[in-house]
Each structure stands twice: as structure tokens, then as C-alpha cells.
């Protein structure tokens, strides 16, 4: 069974840092791209971030350019965001999603983790 | 940056009806489109990609249709388990993006 669980979320005051993690199981993380993707309160979704199979590609949102990093670990099966000078806005439930070819794009979510940015 | 305009942003249906929901990509994205349902509190769902690919498990009832610009999903009979906010997402040109969201609510 494909999983996808985060943790590292909670409550961090403005232009704090905080790590996220996505640990996969259930098939073969190395050959998958992945993103995050977040949802603030009450609102819509919001790609983030993207990192390819063995990271040599890298996308990044234009709201977390710059504070931001996404990597991966794939001999632990392990997705990391990296969010720095986080800001109000930034508060949501962040997800991580897998992709892979040209199509399977995000057919397997994580649970979530909620950031929240407070003060 | 592609804009997803998604319409309308909100509904009501009754059971049987057939609803229909567009999505706008503001320049070609061929059929880098899926479909998503999240019921509230929960992980969104994709129920189609590639425009019109039906994710495994999800009732024939939904089908996705479009290329290019304009797209739809289309549930021919609603049921109550349906009540949901369903997304587009565009995944043809980075930055990919969701469109705003269609809140159905059924009668």
C-alpha cells in the first residue's frame, strides 16, 4: 500500500524556520518525482514545490522563492521542505504528493502537516 | 504563469442531476489536466488525469473531457456522497496550477 506520511509541522513565530518531512513506503520512492502542496485555512490549493526522481530539477512557487528548499533523500525514501523567514501567509496544511511520467501526476497524497505562523 | 479559471465557484444540485464544471487554462496546456475532490477535512482525491483518464476506483458517474484550453468534469447523476470542492490543476508548465475551486453542495 502506497503512503505517504509528514510530520515536523506546528507553531512557529514570524521569520521563524521550520523543517518538514515526508517519509514514502509502498513503492519505489527513488523513481518518483514529488511535491508539496499547501492549504491555508478555509482556502484553496496551492502547489509549492517540486523536486524530479534525482533532483536535478527543482520548481519552486513564486510566494516561497528564495525561502524555501525542497530536497530528498532517497536512501531513506525521505522528501524535505526546508521553509525559512516564514511569514503569516505561509500558515496552511502542507501536503506532499508523488508524480511520476507524464500523467501520474499527484495520484497519492500524504495526510498533511499544519504549519502555523504566529506570533 | 498559466491562470485556471474554474467555474462557478459554487452549486447546488439535486440527486440525479447531471452537473458540469469548466476549467479555463489561460494558454494551452495540451491535456496536462487532472481533477480533484475534497470533501472537508480531508486529502484531496484525484479522480481523473489526463483530462480524461478516470482514476481506478472512482464511480463511472464522473468523466473529464477537453484539450488545449478548456476543460470539464461532468458527474452524469449526482449522488449525496458527491457534496465536495472539486479542483483542476494544471501540471503542463511550471508554476503548475489549481484552479479556485467549484463547492458543490447537493439538495
Known amino acids: 500500500e502506497v503512503q505517504l506520511v509528514e510530520s515536523g509541522g506546528g507553531l512557529v513565530q514570524p521569520g521563524g524556520s521550520l523543517r518538514l518531512s515526508c517519509v514514502a513506503s509502498?513503492?519505489?520512492?527513488?523513481?518518483?518525482?514529488m511535491n508539496w502542496v499547501r492549504q491555508a485555512p478555509g482556502k484553496g490549493l496551492e502547489w509549492v514545490s517540486y523536486?524530479?526522481?534525482?533532483?536535478?530539477?527543482?520548481f519552486y512557487a513564486d510566494s516561497v522563492k528564495g525561502r524555501f528548499t525542497i530536497s530528498r533523500d532517497n536512501a531513506k525514501d525521505s522528501l524535505y521542505l526546508q521553509m525559512n523567514s516564514l511569514r503569516a501567509e505561509d500558515t496552511a496544511v502542507y501536503y506532499c504528493?508523488?508524480?511520476?511520467?507524464?500523467?501520474?501526476?499527484?495520484?497519492?497524497w500524504g495526510q498533511g502537516t499544519l504549519v502555523t505562523v504566529s506570533s | 504563469d498559466i491562470q485556471m479559471t474554474q467555474s462557478p465557484s459554487a452549486m447546488s444540485a439535486s440527486i440525479g442531476d447531471r452537473v458540469t464544471i469548466t476549467c479555463r487554462a489561460s494558454?494551452?496546456?495540451?491535456?496536462?489536466l487532472a481533477w480533484f475532490q475534497q470533501k472537508p477535512g480531508k486529502v484531496p482525491k484525484r479522480l481523473i488525469y489526463?483530462?480524461?483518464s478516470l482514476q481506478s476506483g472512482v464511480p463511472s458517474r464522473f468523466s473529464g473531457s477537453g484539450s488545449g484550453t478548456e476543460f470539464t468534469l461532468t458527474i452524469s447523476s449526482v449522488q449525496p456522497e458527491d457534496s465536495a470542492t472539486y479542483y483542476c490543476?494544471?501540471?503542463?508548465?511550471?508554476?503548475?496550477?489549481f484552479g479556485q475551486g467549484t463547492r458543490l453542495e447537493i439538495k
Open positions: 504528493a508523488r508524480a511520476y511520467g507524464s500523467f501520474n501526476w499527484f495520484d497519492s
Open positions: 509502498g513503492f519505489t520512492f527513488s523513481t518518483y518525482s
Open positions: 523536486i524530479s526522481s534525482v533532483s536535478t530539477t527543482i
Open positions: 494558454q494551452g496546456i495540451s491535456n496536462y
Open positions: 489526463a483530462s480524461s
Open positions: 490543476l494544471q501540471h503542463n508548465n511550471y508554476p503548475f496550477t
